[in-house]
């Protein structure tokens, strides 16, 4: 019995011994497993944060080029970059996600030792570029430094300047004198429930009766007569910038866009990033064309007018349509002015006169824009707008002077640059109910992305 005792004691002290040596065992293995977790995940959260920093560098360029772009829409890097390998098209893009990647890449080395080419941050370094011909910016960030990078990024971000919607048939930033004998009224197609808003941000003299239907509402950041309120807070106006529409419309119409030029010429547009108009190609050293003749600085459309679609672009001087014939525009036209003192004041040219009992049935070629003047825009003279309208925009005043109730038809926008009174008399106004108008400053960007 005593011999059985003291072979169970040993056996127990046996079976503690194995089951002491399998839970260290068992231990050791979960304390190597968090351990290789822990350095796992320390690596891993390494990983993530130069993966972070490396990102942040390069949509640090990315925000450097939108802000850029905002102030001058034309801005490109290198200046006059424009992206010409053969896996890129105008019409369809890249070729293939690799393509792009490569180009991007090959043009951002490329600048790596160009005097401010390269930027710095506390994520590292980055280059950026953005090619004149393509809405799309490519920016390479560096970890730590472009000198000795440990990692690369490269993101791309396409964008888009947004375009202007207004709100109101007649909108200025200067003091309006109406109403004697000035009507306003709906055109054909928009809904007799439409508002008719008319607005100053300085003083309204006067709110036109309705032709036709529709509420007619007037409103003034300064004084007005009742109906109109008096008071109201001022409206945006965006900046009237011929240029800025230049450089930004002329790639998309090249084939039907002529410069009238200073020289007596017509000139092609000249589509590169910046570029100054009248610098393109001579499409005619002789006039008349396509009906316009010139006098001084004042480019004429007469005797008839003109029935070819297109945009025509005044460069440092005036229109005037029926000098002393009628000058009828059958064809869909846009008009623009850019005056020798752009966006500053005063002025001695960059008006638009439509005048003498012209009518300007064809519409407009860029949609949505009809006139646009570097200068004031004048309706004179019995002359009308039967067909499609738009908008008849001026960078200074906006003037109604006929004797015949003529019309035009789609809406005013004044930005009155140089303190100017807009006058409306013996006219009317279609309201339209407006349209998307590319004169819009803002950008916002449609994709941001990595290229993998």
Known sequence: MLRWLRRKDADDEGVAMITVIGVAFVLTIFAV????????????SGSHVVFSKT??????GIDQTLARLTKTNTYAYPSGLTISDPAFSSTTGWASVSAEKAWARAEINSLKNTAGAVNHTANGDFITVRAANLNTIYSMGFLPNVSNPTRT?????EFIFSTYHPTNAILTNGNISCCPSYNVGLAPGVSSSTTIGIHSNGNLGGVPTSANGG?????????????????????????????????SQSPIYASNWYDLCPDGKVHAPNTASGAVPCTGSV????????????????????????????????????IHTGNSHTADITGATTLITESSNNRGCPKTDGDITFDNKSDWSGGPYIPGLMAVAGGNFQQNNQAAVSGAGGGFIAQGSVNQHTSAHDALVGLVLAEDFCGETNDLQGSILYYDGGDDLPIGQLIRTTLELELP
């Open 283 to 318: 499409v005619s050293a002789t006039l008349p064309f396509r009906g316009w003749t010139r006098s001084g600085s004042t480019w004429d459309l007469d005797d008839g007018g003109t029935a070819y679609p297109g945009v025509y672009y005044v460069y440092q001087g005036s």
């Open 215 to 247: 509420t007619v509402t007037g409103t003034a950041s300064g004084t007005c007569s009742s109906p109109c309120t008096a008071g109201t807070p001022r409206e945006s106006v965006p900046a009237i910038d011929p240029r800025a529409i230049y450089n």
């Open 55 to 60: 990102i942040d560098a390069a949509e640090a």
């Open 153 to 157: 990024r490269l993101v791309k971000a």
């Open 33 to 44: 497993g968090m351990t290789t977790l822990s350095l796992n995940t320390l690596k891993s």
